[in-house]
């Protein structure tokens, strides 16, 4: 289990890395084009405000569009509060607040900026066709989302995808209206800048997409580092692997989904067929559950 957490931990910094760099050399770009190097900080600056608003408020936000209401630590939701601070303490967190989601499909997510301001929401539906062990195991995949400050980890990612939608958007804009200081052929070769014009159009247009697809890369790594911290938490892999069949299974689709929070669930509320092409699967927002389930239940192997 150590393994996993730490082979995830690697590779989402590389992404991170990755992304640093894909950013920072856009708009060194798009800055000498413009021979304006406010270019960039007034992109970056502009994006992290943006996300700050998000930080502090996404939790709120989040459960309002979900439709997630306060449940009160008595029945019928006593059984579910005990789970809730079992596992806290096991964790060393604060217990976050408890919400209800009314819907029958199967699922949960965790949300908020540290585990001071931390949320869980279930749905009715997890709760009336999981038992208690895999209500364990789903529980503590949240807790680790938590524990392991996953929200604090995508905001930076928002923040970073921000900045290069800004820098595309405004680079087409201006390069369409024939706004903006050009260098000139006395700047360099004209050759040298034709290519180089070339080359900032086609990143300009395909930057989005991939800074879409290093977040959606990033979430589908911590899906697997929640896994195997809940599985640790829990000590019994069974448990999540078996409610990871059940939500994946259930016919029932999420009502209250949308795509702006389905990154958050413990599993895509999406319904959708596992055997597709590898170029599909990139634009999804959880690994394959079989996946999931593999990794899940060789550690009990080992």
């Not at 392991?148 to 995808?161: G, W």
């Not at 050009?182 to 991939?210: C, K, N």
């Amino acid at each position: 289990m150590y393994k996993e957490i730490d082979s995830n931990k690697r590779r989402t910094v590389l992404l991170i890395f990755v992304f640093l760099v894909f950013v920072i050399g856009l708009g060194y770009l798009l800055s000498w084009y413009f021979n304006n190097q406010l270019i960039l900080v007034i992109a970056v600056l502009f994006a992290t405000i943006q996300a700050l608003v998000s930080y502090y408020y996404s939790d709120s936000i989040t459960l309002a569009i979900s439709g997630a209401k306060e449940v009160p630590r008595k029945e019928p939701f006593l059984e579910l509060h005990r789970v809730v601070e079992n596992l806290s303490i096991t964790a060393g967190l604060p217990k976050p607040r408890i919400y209800l989601i009314q819907d029958g499909a199967p699922n949960a997510f965790a949300t908020g900026r540290d585990p001071k301001h931390a949320a869980l929401a279930v749905t009715s539906g997890l709760l009336e066709k999981l038992n208690k062990t895999e209500l364990e195991g789903v529980i503590a995949h949240e807790m680790s989302h938590v524990g392991n400050y996953d929200i604090r980890l995508m905001t930076i990612v928002v923040v970073l995808v921000g900045v290069v939608t800004l820098l595309s958007d405004f680079f087409l804009r201006w390069t369409w209206f024939g706004g903006g200081r050009r260098r000139s052929d006395s700047d360099g070769g004209g050759q040298i800048q034709l290519i180089l014009f070339i080359v900032a159009i086609v990143m300009a247009i395909l930057a989005p997409i991939a800074a879409t697809l290093i977040q959606l890369a990033i979430s589908r790594k911590r899906e697997f580092l929640a896994d195997a911290t809940g599985a640790l938490l829990t000590r019994y892999p069974e448990g999540l692997a078996s409610a990871l069949e059940k939500i994946s299974q259930d016919p029932e689709p999420l009502e209250v989904a949308n795509k702006a929070t389905a990154h958050l669930y413990i599993e895509s509320p999406f319904k959708k067929d596992e055997k597709r092409g590898w170029l599909v699967g990139l634009f999804d927002t959880h690994p394959p559950v079989g996946e999931r389930i593999k990794r899940l239940r060789e550690m009990i192997s080992k």
